[in-house]
């Protein structure tokens, strides 16, 4: 083997106008002051400060977005559950039901089945809300326009995976709230739904991280969502606390449901039920976007903070990167 070094004396670096090819620097991405991640020892404030900025930089877009998404949608489904209910509860079945158990047992499942399948018919369009915020409210964060037209459109490309790794989260978290709901609430009675709402707490927590990491990450998401959460525990708690309390507050789809059948007693007259029943809907409705306008910022910060934990360089030039 030689033992000649070829690049013993190598060429001469020419001088002048020499200068690299373009492609030879990566591309620049937008910067600007950090509003978005809360970086490592800013703690609970700095959390805080970053929340409320989501909301107040894009709060015109995000009304818009979840009035669409979720103030829309949840309006016609109460109001497809409310008339349909009222006209159950005036019928002869709902007479049969105060004379026959098994009536009433199968008018309760009916009930039930009702506010499950809203559920599943407003997870779509709630997802598409939170991808299409989260567009606007990282764009806005580097200083770029973020039209609600190009955020809805955004969005409507992500749902499909997003609504299939949340199925799979929901499913997931029911079929352990219902073990844990078996085993403890048959041994100990009441007591035995201390652990289920426990479960359930912790476990929609998980699923609310769901979302983020299939926009950002794209990459186990599930297990993303699981470390998410874990690696930092009762800091997930304590940021996610009073959101989560409000959602579920939100989405107590029975109260509304049985609103709508204290209205047949109330109501002296047909156009007086119906009137009620326009009200308590367009109420609830209503609510759902406060509720999001709370959620999501919430979720958003929570989830950024936890990657700049395990990577400190991130920022949102990356995050912008990461959306696509």
Not at 138 to 143: N, P
Not at 162 to 172: K, P
């Amino acid at each position: 083997m030689s033992t000649i070094d070829p690049y013993q004396n190598p060429a001469t670096v020419p001088s002048g106008d020499f200068l690299p090819p373009d492609d030879a620097y990566p591309k620049e991405l937008p910067a600007g002051p950090e509003v978005v991640v809360n970086m490592p020892g800013e703690g609970l404030r700095g959390w805080a400060r970053k929340t409320i900025g989501v909301v107040r930089r894009g709060w015109g877009q995000q009304l818009a977005i979840f009035a669409l998404t979720h103030a829309l949608p949840s309006f016609l489904l109460y109001t497809a559950a409310v008339v349909g209910l009222l006209a159950l509860w005036t019928s002869e079945a709902a007479q049969a039901a105060l004379m026959d158990d098994q009536v009433a047992e199968t008018m309760g499942m009916l009930v039930n089945l009702v506010a499950l399948g809203m559920l599943a018919v407003a997870l779509p369009f709630r997802l598409l809300g939170y991808a299409a915020a989260s567009w606007s409210a990282v764009r806005q964060a580097a200083g770029l326009p973020a039209p609600v037209a190009r955020a809805m459109a955004y969005g409507l490309r992500r749902v499909p995976a997003m609504l299939a790794w949340s199925l799979v989260a929901y499913l997931v978290a029911a079929v352990v709230v219902v073990g844990v709901f078996f085993c403890f609430a048959s041994a100990f009675s009441f007591a035995g739904y201390v652990p289920t709402i426990i479960a359930l707490g912790y476990l929609m927590m998980i699923a609310g991280m769901v979302g983020p990491a299939v926009l950002f990450e794209r990459r186990k998401p599930l297990q993303r969502a699981f470390d998410t959460v874990n690696n930092a525990f009762w800091a997930s708690v304590v940021r996610l606390a009073v959101p989560g309390i409000a959602l579920f507050l939100a989405y107590r789809y029975n109260l509304v449901i049985d609103g709508a059948g204290a209205l047949v007693d109330l109501a002296d007259t047909p156009y007086e039920q119906v009137g009620f029943a326009a009200a308590a809907v367009l109420a609830s409705a209503a609510f759902e976007v406060p509720v999001a306008l709370l959620l999501f910022p919430s979720v958003l910060v929570t989830y950024v903070e936890r990657r700049a934990v395990e990577a400190p360089n991130l920022r949102t030039p990356h995050l912008l990167a990461e959306l696509g």
